[in-house]
């Protein structure tokens, strides 16, 4: 069996370039926000590093998801997008998917884990979609959504392991070094893989010389064991108050874009990410959800040593109900 030849593949898929970045920018404009670069003086003091923030908990619907979301959709039929997609989600593709199908005319259908945080999960059925439950620690998501995209004649789009979604999410990175600039590191949060894929795309291609790394949770360390083992390890789905990073393995789109192309992966732990909650809301007045602080915890833990660099760092989200987010800010006061 031959492979294309006219992109990078592995086991004979086609991955996604930064050419796919470029029309997926195209495809979300006017659509998605154009989210701002922010900077800290008391962050760069802290860390002697040159700090810039992607804020994409400022994204529509408070996550980077709606960019990969948006595109994957718009990048289907009018006859797939009429007869309706299907998605699984811990929360922020699930949300995506719903709003971008209600901007865009498709019915959505959402699988769910029961445990899902309620904001989430209300917002979800704000827009509209219908919701699915499953228990995500007994349950295979994967088997229950081909079982029902099959049955009901829908598109399935994965939250990660998607060309299209990957390539939109790649946009965030774009656009942070098209508005900001050459940077020596960028840093990434790792849940699948699709953010970080999309980044090393865009990055690749913008900034040849900027070294990426993606940073997971401690407790959920697939991406830096795969990484080390050259093939995708699984784990179990991993206790972390990082929900938007408890996938428990990366994709077969996702891995080996990541493998070829990124530094390292570093972990933090969940007080680290409690530490830059409290940081982004006291100082930058942001509310950023605990996933959407890995990155930028790596860099105030030292976890990727940032001292002297320009450092472009992603806020994935910031979806977090308020009862949480109060918690959370309590706990380090
Ligand atoms: C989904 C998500 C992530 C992880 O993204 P992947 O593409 O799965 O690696 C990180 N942060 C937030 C806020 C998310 O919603």
Redesign the pocket.
């Known amino acids: 069996m031959t492979t294309a030849a006219s992109s990078p593949s592995s086991n004979g898929i086609a991955l996604p370039t930064y050419a796919d970045v470029e029309a997926a920018a195209e495809r979300i404009r006017g659509a998605a926000h154009h989210t701002p670069a922010l900077t800290s003086r008391t962050a760069n003091e802290r860390t002697g590093a040159n700090l810039v923030f992607k804020a994409?908990n400022l994204q529509r619907m408070g996550?980077?998801?709606f960019r990969g979301g948006y595109n994957a959709i718009a990048a289907l039929s009018a006859e797939q997008r009429r007869a309706g997609v299907l998605t699984y989600s811990s929360?922020?593709?699930a949300q995506a998917i719903a709003y971008a199908g209600k901007l865009l005319g498709a019915p959505t259908t959402i699988i769910m884990p029961q445990d899902a945080p309620a904001a989430k999960v209300a917002a979800t059925r704000g827009y509209g979609a219908e919701i699915v439950s499953y228990d995500r620690y007994s349950q295979d998501r994967l088997a229950l959504g081909s079982k029902l995209a099959s049955e009901r004649g829908l598109t399935l789009i994965p939250?990660?392991d998607h060309p299209a979604v990957i390539a939109g999410?790649g946009t965030a990175t774009k656009e942070l070094i098209e508005d900001a600039g050459q940077f020596d590191i960028i840093l990434v949060?790792?849940?699948?893989?699709?953010?970080?894929a999309g980044a090393l795309l865009a990055a690749k291609a913008l900034n040849p010389g900027c070294r990426v790394y993606g940073v997971e949770p401690e407790a959920g360390n697939d991406g830096q064991q795969s990484l080390r083992k050259g093939e995708i390890v699984k784990i179990d789905v991993p206790k972390t108050i990082a929900d938007?990073?408890q996938?428990p393995f990366l994709g077969d789109y996702?891995f080996p874009i990541i493998r070829d192309l990124v530094e390292d992966i570093v972990t933090v732990p969940d007080a680290a990410l409690v530490a830059a909650m409290r940081f982004f809301a006291e100082r930058m007045k942001l509310v950023v959800?605990p996933?959407?602080c890995?990155a930028a915890a790596a860099a105030f833990t030292g976890a990727v040593p940032v001292e002297g660099k320009r450092v472009g760092i992603i806020l994935?989200?910031g979806?977090v109900d308020l009862a949480s987010f109060a918690r959370f800010i309590g706990e380090g006061a």
């Open positions: 994409e996550a980077f998801k929360g922020n593709h939250p990660y999410q949060c790792l849940g699948g893989g699709g953010l970080l938007g990073a996938t996702t959800e996933t959407g890995l994935s989200g979806n």
